[in-house]
């Protein structure tokens, strides 16, 4: 029996793209479908009902139908449009960065609730609570948990003896973290505080709202962000691109209200 | 069918390359043009080579020119203290056909979008400062386009002029005219509601 010519999918765009005189071209990330991309007729069009679905982090549910090089868009419903995420210029950053590395580490057809999970409820904080360097930290790493990256917390990925708390390091070429024995076989690993270990672990078994509960230092959340960083970067063997911005925008100070 | 002429086939080529131009539209624009008169190909081909060449950016607004300062810029019946910030030069022309507003314009040539890496020093915005700054400008229109990346740009470009004190307004949001309320999206229509006008 073939597919259904046409389908509803629940979605967050994570990028679109101006195509032909009116239309956009729409990627989304579904539970059921991972990454989907489907082309919107008219929707760059004033006026149109499909066009304020169809901005990046709308969170919507569409009908689409199937054609032959590419699905077609045809009806979107808005089912969250973040209106405070989308009025203050550092949640907006904090969500297409959000997007931005969703995008760079989702391929389209396979399936990731776990990931699209993660992405509604870390919109939906950044909407009603702003966003923090917690929030983005958390995020990345259970990102990475989804998408079967994560770092290795427990024992040592070098010599597989448990870790004991003093200072260990991180190596994002091992995959986790290496004991305090191996630091010197291991060339790019990162010394990795007790602090900071205690963090990821506590991080991986609980919700972002109690995720947020933890009041790092300023020390400790640069060591966080670093060694995040340096592990998505190595995932994704790119830079992404928003971060420069993040980084940017604290700089000048232009912050509203966050973090 | 493929073009076996190669000059149809170059030229359908050229037409390809364009926006919004498929291979098919590209060969019909082709076959078109043979059957054209040469007083009418002699004008297109006279057109496309003057667009570089006469063409500049206006070094006070940057909008696209063939004079510098542009034909608005030099205007001495435009109002100097209404300045609108637009994304392209092509959403001046929208502006002018409104016949409301009389100001001047700056052109932003992109908007802020962090996961094309496009931040402020890629637009024209550092240059905005030293306008706002020298000239009579009382109040500043932001026109970007109503997407994160033209709101992120307003939000950025509202907190960056906020020291001198400007009046920053913005188009208004809401229903489009001829439109049905019943397919309004909830963002549409919370800030028409919000923003609605006396009667």
Redesign the interface.
């Known amino acids: 029996m073939s597919a259904p010519r046409d389908y509803q999918i629940e979605g967050i765009v994570i990028r679109h793209a101006a195509i032909g005189e009116r239309d956009k071209l729409v990627t989304l990330l579904t539970p059921d479908r991972g990454k989907v991309s489907a082309v919107a007729k008219s929707a760059r069009r004033p006026g149109s009902s499909l066009g304020p679905c169809l901005e990046t982090l709308s969170h919507g549910r569409y009908h689409c139908v199937t054609r032959r090089s590419t699905d077609l868009i045809v009806q979107a419903e808005a089912l969250d449009s973040f209106p405070s995420l989308m009025s203050d210029l550092w949640r907006t950053s904090c969500g297409l960065y959000i997007a931005e590395l969703i995008d760079a580490t989702t391929v389209e057809g396979t399936p990731g609730r776990a990931v699209f999970g993660l992405m509604l409820s870390v919109l939906k904080e950044i909407d009603r609570a702003g966003c923090d360097d917690t929030v983005l930290r958390y995020f990345e790493l259970r990102l990475l948990e989804g998408l079967g990256f994560c770092p290795s917390l427990k024992r040592c990925v070098q010599c597989g003896s448990t870790l004991q708390p003093v200072e260990n390091a991180l190596s994002s070429s091992l995959g986790g973290v290496v004991c305090s024995e191996c630091i010197n076989e291991c060339l790019d690993a990162r010394l990795l505080s007790v602090d900071a270990l205690k963090v990821l672990r506590f991080w991986l078994g609980c919700d972002l709202a109690t995720a947020r509960r933890v009041k790092a230092t300023e020390a400790l959340a640069i060591e966080l962000d670093e060694q995040l960083h340096r592990f998505v970067t190595h995932v994704l063997q790119r830079e992404v691109k928003s971060r420069s911005w993040l980084a940017r925008l604290r700089t000048e100070m232009l912050l509203t209200s966050n973090p | 069918m493929a073009i076996t002429v190669e000059p149809i086939a170059r030229v359908a080529r050229a037409f390809s390359r364009l926006?919004?131009i498929g291979p098919k539209s590209a060969q019909r624009l082709a076959y078109h043009l043979l059957n054209s008169s040469d007083a009418d190909i002699e004008e297109l081909a006279d057109s496309l080579r003057a667009l570089k060449g006469s063409v500049v950016i206006c070094s006070s607004c940057f909008n696209v020119t063939d004079t510098d300062p542009c034909s608005i810029c030099s205007d001495p019946q435009r109002d100097r203290s209404s300045l609108c910030v637009v994304e392209r030069p092509s959403d001046i022309a929208p502006m002018e056909r409104t016949g409301r507003f009389h100001g001047l314009y700056h052109v932003l040539h992109g908007s802020?979008s962090?996961?094309?890496?496009i931040?402020p020093d890629e637009l024209k915005l550092r240059e905005l400062m030293p306008r706002l700054r020298s000239e009579e400008v009382t109040e500043l229109i932001l026109a970007t386009n109503p997407?994160?990346?033209g709101?992120?740009t307003d939000?950025?470009i509202r907190?960056?002029v906020a020291p001198l004190g400007i009046s920053v307004t913005k188009l208004a949001r809401g229903l489009?005219?001829?439109?049905d309320l019943e397919?309004?999206?909830?963002?549409?229509l919370?800030q028409a509601i919000e923003l609605r006008q006396g009667f």
């Open positions: 926006p919004g802020v962090p996961s094309k890496g931040g997407t994160v990346e709101e992120a939000m950025y907190q960056m489009p005219y001829g439109a397919y309004a999206d909830d963002m549409t919370g």
